[in-house]
């Protein structure tokens, strides 16, 4: 058998960010892979009631089915097809590092690859955390991949991906399922709840574009990045087009119709069938305006 790699794996995406970088750095080689998920007992995380045995399978049993999945989805015909990976899957029982470390100087792992970042996200893998200890304690080769580096929303971004989401990437999807065997596998592609919440985020609550009666109120929160935006906003046969600017610092929200002022960021909407040109002076980043207007950094 080729020099083993261990990639640690909890079940979280966050943790599998590490899998596309490890068919990256072994293209052309044939090392064995062996993905490992550990059991923590409730006695070691703390808790003093005695661990319920029919409990203890069944989350053996799920550890098992979701190693499976992934192992799966980096082999699917079960061997190294293609250049796929011989994969193997181990479930372990303890403390997280320590079992992980024990387990790569048996296996005689060549090399140790993992994610920055696991199911607890940023507040679980501090300097005291498992990833840290691993990285201090490893007598092997170590791959650390910054979890948060990828955007989370690249689900069928790559191989490893595609083949556990199963869904267009192309389309908004209802829920993405966390229960093993199938986590990270999307459902419900076509569904018109999400892509009716995904349309108010970006009207509403970035563009802030509010219809109130014979009005469209303007309260924008813009992303820090944007210096400016556009839009075309529809009413019956009357195209409103709306542009947003970077104002200074200290100028309050400031929006204007055909060049008269709009009293409360509110545009009289009047289906007359002429164009019409909104203009909205933001404030700066990091600044707050009333009226709901952009502050900046979360808004």
């Avoid at 060549?110 to 893998?125: C, I, K, N, Q, Y």
Wanted: with cysteine.
């Amino acid at each position: 058998m080729a020099d083993p790699v261990l990639v640690p794996l909890d079940g979280s995406p966050l943790a599998e960010r590490v899998l596309p970088h490890v068919l990256a750095v072994t293209r052309g080689t044939t090392p064995h892979l062996d993905l490992a998920r550990v059991l923590v007992p409730p006695t070691l995380a703390g808790d003093p009631t005695p661990t319920d045995p029919i409990a203890w399978r069944l989350a053996r049993d799920e550890a098992t089915a979701y190693l499976d999945g992934v192992r799966h989805a980096l082999a699917p015909n079960g061997d190294a097809h293609a250049g796929l990976h011989d994969v193997t899957a181990h479930v372990l029982e303890g403390d997280p590092a320590g079992s992980l470390l024990a387990f790569a100087r048996e296996r005689g792992t060549a090399l140790v690859a993992l994610s920055s970042h696991g199911r607890s996200g940023l507040a679980g893998w501090n300097l005291g955390g498992v990833g840290h200890k691993v990285a201090d304690h490893a007598r092997s080769h170590l791959l650390v991949v910054r979890a948060f580096d990828d955007a989370p929303v690249r689900d069928a971004d790559g191989r490893v991906r595609t083949a556990r989401y199963r869904l267009e990437p192309y389309v908004l999807a209802a829920d993405v399922y966390g229960w093993p065997p199938h986590v990270g596998r999307g459902g419900w592609s076509w569904y018109t709840g999400s892509a009716g919440w995904a349309y108010r985020l970006a009207v509403e609550g970035i563009l802030g574009l509010h219809r109130e009666g014979d009005a469209l109120r303007v309260a924008p929160h813009l992303p820090p990045a944007w210096p400016e935006a556009e839009v075309a906003y529809r009413f019956g046969a009357t195209t409103y087009r709306l542009s947003y600017r970077r104002g200074a610092p200290d100028a309050p929200l400031h929006v204007t119709c055909d060049g008269r002022a709009c009293p409360d960021a509110r545009v009289p909407l009047r289906n007359d069938g002429a164009p019409h040109a909104v203009h909205a002076r933001v404030p700066a980043v990091g600044t707050s305006a009333p009226g709901g207007a952009d502050r900046g950094a979360g808004g």
